[in-house]
C-alpha cells in the first residue's frame, strides 16, 4: 500500500481514477476513506465546466479500492 510519510503506518488505499471517453484511466488522488475519495470523485465529476471549477465533461470520475484495476467496485 500506499504510505503517506513512507514510514509506512498511514496507508492512502482509496484512489479516485479519471477515466476519459476513449478508456484511458489516470489515478487522479489517493485518500484514506472511501468516503473521502467519494467525496472528491463527486466534486470533479459535478459536471460544471473548468472555469467553474468542475469536472471535465469528456470523463468520468471512480472510486477503486488500491489494488483494483478493472472498475468493478466502481
Do not use: F, K
Amino acid at each position: 500500500m500506499r504510505s503517506v510519510s513512507g514510514d509506512g503506518d498511514s496507508v492512502l488505499p482509496w484512489h479516485v481514477i479519471r477515466e476519459d471517453g476513449h478508456g484511458n484511466r489516470y489515478r487522479v488522488g489517493s485518500y484514506a476513506t472511501r468516503t473521502e475519495a467519494q467525496q472528491v470523485a463527486d466534486r470533479l465529476g459535478s459536471g460544471a465546466g473548468p472555469a467553474e471549477g468542475g469536472g471535465d465533461r469528456d470523463g468520468s470520475y471512480l472510486v477503486e479500492p488500491l489494488g483494483c484495476a478493472s472498475g468493478e467496485y466502481a
